[in-house]
């Protein structure tokens, strides 16, 4: 089993073709569709379907991908780490922020780290709990800056404190309940989550639940930060975000923050990670400086 097969069928899988595949890997496509057939029948079991339109996972290897994303990923790290103990500090973090971070302490974190490490390339996604659990079991990130319910996490994640992070429901400022004061008067609208209904994009049905209220009602689910500020403000939908969103969008002057005067979650942003894979000395060395601007913008705010 190759290192190189196993980069090549993660490269089909996204690209999905063989010549595409074969172009990133310098490699011709026969060559390439050789080095498949021998994995698969070292594996005894087909891995691709090929038609016309390009190549497929089968069952089999649609199971294989995360086992092959898991080995070429730990196979980076342990050179990457190896690397850095020697003082060559180069390499990749992935890693993935809720928008409040992002839209806080994490520039800051990231122009400190870019001057100490300038050689570590960084790859910053959207991402919140549950949703980025698969790409921290399968090594596609290294870490996660995610809300999340402590007890509810997965026993394979650690998770570390990082802040708390301050709630608003937010409207458009022409809605009906604009300037509610109390959940009761929202029973009847429709909500836009920024998470499946488990995380903590959806939190006002925490909200409602402590206040003895129905489930609220989900009219969406809004997975990008970039998109739900705009949503909200064309639509009567109504919705939670942390207030660096609601104060930083491009949509702001369409939307209101509604006053309610009940007590709303507020969530724990933690450093969620594998607590069986070590971090790479960059990868460790960018969480400090998140740390440190987190701390240091929190107290800005603050005084």
Known sequence: MKLQTLQAL???????SLRAAAQLLHQSQPALSAAIQQLEEELKAPLLVRTK??????????????????IVSESRRAHEEISQLRGDWEGHITFAASPAVALGALPHALASFSREYPGVTVNVRDGLYPAVSPQLRDGTLDFALTAAHKHDLDSDLEAQAL???????????????AQATRLAELQDCRWAFSSAPR?????????????????????????????LPGIVAHSDLMTTMPRTLFLRNAFKD??????VEDELP?????????????LTPAAAGLIRWIQHHTLNHHLSVTA
Do not use: N, W
């Open 199 to 227: 995380g903590p994009g959806a939190i006002i049905r925490d909200a409602f639940a402590r206040h003895g209220l129905p489930e609220p009602k989900l009219g969406l689910v809004c997975e990008s930060f970039l998109a």
């Open 254 to 259: 369409l939307l209101c923050s509604v006053p």
């Open 53 to 70: 339109r390009g190549v497929t996972l089968t069952p089999f290897g649609q199971a294989f991908m995360k086992h092959a994303r898991l």
């Open 163 to 177: 802040l708390v992070s301050d709630v608003v429901i937010v409207a458009q400022s022409q809605h009906p309940r």
């Open 10 to 16: 993660i490269f089909i899988e996204e690209v999905g």
């Open 266 to 278: 507020s969530p724990t942003i933690y450093v969620l990670r594998r607590h069986d894979v070590p």
